[in-house]
């Protein structure tokens, strides 16, 4: 990539993620709310056994409740846990209370010690990201680790992004290598790809 696009990148980075800070805490929780309600009454995470999502971290759309929701419908729950080299482990996860520790970054993360699934295994995938277009673009924190996760993945398994709408700019920077969600789902609205 070249020098260019990624300080456009970062630049648009900074900005969707200073968007998003704005948001107060009760904002936040109120909209994350309504955006796990959404995701809950797709038919793709009923039809899914095996489901990967991420912890939250700072002022992401909470999902701490959508995994203990996800666990609660007998669903397996897959978290990832970064590794060297930008590799994102699935590792599966049946209690949040004891299989989880903080990672890289202070990310909330699976323990190393559990088991890991196979990336082909995963039938639906819950992504975050910095911000997002309505082409189904998706700018990530700049690690690549989900684009290189994607590759492993069964291409017919929905990548849903979730969101909050100040995420939204009109148009993502992208390389070939970044790859598109199927859907992103904020507050306001189901948007499918």
Not at 106 to 133: H, W, Y
Not at 156 to 177: G, L, S, T, Y
Request: glycine share 8%; with cysteine; hydrophobic share 40%.
């Amino acid at each position: 990539m070249s020098e260019d696009k990624q300080s456009i990148k970062a630049e648009v980075r900074k900005a969707c993620l200073s968007q998003r800070a704005k948001l107060g805490e009760l904002e936040r929780k109120g909209k994350s709310r309504i955006i796990q309600q959404k995701l809950q009454n797709l038919p793709e995470f009923h039809q899914a056994q095996t489901v990967m999502l991420f912890l939250n971290f700072r002022d992401e759309v909470e999902t701490t409740a959508l995994a203990e929701e996800t666990l609660a419908c007998g669903k397996k729950l897959i978290l990832p846990r970064c590794a060297p080299h930008g590799i994102l482990l699935p590792i599966e996860v049946s209690n949040l209370a004891v299989d989880i520790e903080p990672g890289l970054w202070g990310i909330r993360e699976p323990k190393l010690q559990l088991g890991q699934v196979g990336p082909s295994e995963i039938d639906l995938v819950i992504v975050p990201g910095a911000g997002f277009d309505l082409l189904g673009n998706r700018l990530g924190y700049g690690g690549g680790y989900y684009d290189r996760f994607f590759m492993l993945m069964d291409p017919k398994a929905p990548r849903i992004a979730i969101a909050f709408e100040c995420q939204i700019i009109a148009q993502v920077p992208i390389d070939k290598h970044d790859a598109k969600m199927t859907m992103l789902i904020t507050e306001n609205e189901v948007y499918n790809f």
